[in-house]
């Protein structure tokens, strides 16, 4: 905790004691024991040197797509445990992070046996703070090898994917609470409706040339780089054969999921392809085996005939350019909720701004909307608000302030934000009025 600036976590009682009395009548308050309140986080976006990465390769090529290079990150690898004691002490009952799987599988077939152990003291840390600990198996990085093999452009790239999630569970699965098998893999089918996808596609098909040619792998394919090619029946089936590996050797002991980007999508004119979106966003992965729905959403969209429109003018956007809306959670959680009977678990929700005030306000929207879907009956089983900590936003480098907690570049000291005493005084109170 000695990195933590103690002075912001006192001076910030403003804005805790604006959270008590937002919370004071019971009535809408969420009563589910066991209703998860917490932060999601990404190892490579904040654990620091994981050089095994394929990201890692891509970072240092000639033509990099990353507005700055990840580096030390925010040093989670050495802080782990005091980041896992601030969420804690902020009243939080859940922590989501991934697993590396580069630092468990560095070069192919050749087990880091200290990765293993050292999440499994992250795993063991979250227990004795009490913190159900919501493991990703892969959060968009992948090793090395395993993209210079073509990764999941190929079949072939199924099997090392499904047998690294087995060794994950027998060696980890006894400490799991929630898991999924991976990160928004529908996230390249959400952003081919995207208009960024015109600014996006040159700069990254520079990067699959560039990968290729400078690391000698002509088949290199990077999750990241596949975002405008994405390969759902593949993902699909990896997906699904990892689900039964863990199924098959934790049985019931988790639930077991995989996260998926979702939009409030609205008809933006009188023909709206939001239907067809759905059909290919969504659908595929509602139909994948699973436990539980997990939803990740940051916006709406109002979606035209075959492509998103931007945000309308003077629409309040935010540092990643999404329209603020932080009523869009509950919109999803209703949709998803039409489409299928499974739990959800909202492992994702949050915005990138400077202005910590602007968080409080979406936090409170955000929050209130899944009180409602819990009181009419929804089985919504946690809110999980990204992310703890600044950290290094992928092409965006760390411009983009998505944490309730500031990070020092130079030192790493955390100084938590109003933001985090406010959703850390909800979580206990279990709501906001
Ligand atoms: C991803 C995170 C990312 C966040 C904010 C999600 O789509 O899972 O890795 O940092 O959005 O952009």
Known sequence: MDQIDRRSLLSAGLALSAAASATGAAAQRIARPGFLWGTAGAAYQVEGGNYASDIWALEHLTTPIFAEPSGDADDVYNRVHEDIALSASLGFNAHRFSIEWSRIEPEQGQISLAGIAYYRRVLESCHAHGLTPVVTYI????????AAGGGLSTPDGVAPFVRYCELVTRHLGDLIGVAATMNEPNIGALLSWSPAVTRLAPMIALAQTAARRQTGYPNWSSPMLDLLNPRQPITVEAHSRAYDAIKAISGDRFPVGVTLAINDDKPGLPTSG?????????????????DIVCVQNYTETRVGPTADMPPEPGQEVTQMGYAFAPQALEAVIRTVSQLTRRPIYVTENGIATEDDTRRVAFIKTAVAGVQRCVADGLDVRGYLHWSLLDNWEWTSGYRPKFGLVSVDRTTFRRTPKPSALLLGAIARAGGIA
Not at 139 to 146: D, K, L, M, T
Not at 274 to 290: C, D, F, I, T
């Open 139 to 146: 959060h968009n990085s992948v090793p090395r090898w395993y």
């Open 274 to 290: 939001v239907e067809a979106k759905r059909a290919q966003v969504l659908a595929p992965w509602l139909a994948a085996p699973g």
